[in-house]
């Protein structure tokens, strides 16, 4: 599975976009990007993944480069209910099944 | 949000003695998984399931045995349990069907104290 980077933390103003970068320049072909979020004391909480296309569900968007080596977790309207460490994971698919490697992630924090 | 429930939600043992945790899913997922989660080490992954009866061993599984006799239920077993398993324990579950992506979906965690 592909190295991420992320940066340790982002500050965030309440009902602006939080915009939540990832680096994945080691990326190949079958691996998708996930992510997922920590809220202090509680079980990891899968947000949005992605391949090759941009998308989009109720909690996030997701924006992947066309040389797929970044992508952006946009949280549209933060709430400080969005406070938590968010994970970029790319993980290959198809039978790669087992661990997820969590890293460091980042630390968002939404402030009003 | 996803069916799972992890039972007990705290426990507090001695070192020495059996400890048993469940995770428990209403989702009729086929893959189930046990994590443990400590500072500095993000989360780790124990044991894993691909189905009933079959079972394969993550990267930190040294004292932990598992068993999964129905599709609902992964058993986490410490056989004497040790204070460096002090932790809190998550069980996850993936649909796992066909070549694409397979998302995770975890349970709320067991916080365990060995004394």
């Known amino acids: 599975d592909a190295k991420t980077t992320q940066p340790t933390s982002m500050d965030c103003a309440e009902g602006r976009a939080a915009n939540l970068p990832c680096n994945h320049s080691t990326i190949s072909g079958n691996e998708y990007v996930y992510w997922y979020r920590q809220i202090h004391s509680q079980g990891p909480q899968y947000i949005i993944h992605?391949?090759?296309n941009n998308e989009t569900n109720e909690m996030a968007s997701l924006i992947i480069t066309e040389d797929r080596k970044s992508s952006t977790l946009i949280l549209p309207h933060a709430t400080l209910r969005d406070t938590a460490v968010y994970y970029c994971?790319?993980?290959?698919?198809?039978?790669?099944?087992?661990?997820?490697?969590f890293g460091q992630g980042t630390i968002l924090t939404v402030h009003p | 949000d996803a069916g799972i429930t992890q039972s007990p939600r705290h426990k507090v043992t001695e070192t020495g003695t059996p400890v048993t945790l469940r995770c428990h899913q209403t989702e009729n997922h086929r893959y189930m998984y046990w994590y443990r989660q400590d500072p500095g080490h993000g989360l780790r992954l124990i044991h894993y399931s691909y189905g009933v009866k079959d079972t394969d061993k993550g990267e930190v599984s040294d004292g932990y045995s598992v068993s999964r006799s129905k599709t609902e239920d992964f058993l986490l077993t410490l056989e004497s349990a040790t204070s460096s398993q002090t932790s809190v324990y998550f069980c996850?579950?993936?649909?796992?069907?066909?070549?694409?992506?397979?998302?995770?979906?975890f349970g709320p965690g067991t916080r365990l104290t060995v004394t």
């Open positions: 996850a579950i993936s649909e796992g069907t066909g070549t694409g992506a397979h998302e995770q979906y």
């Open positions: 992605g391949l090759k």
């Open positions: 994971i790319v993980k290959g698919g198809g039978t790669s099944y087992g661990k997820l490697t």
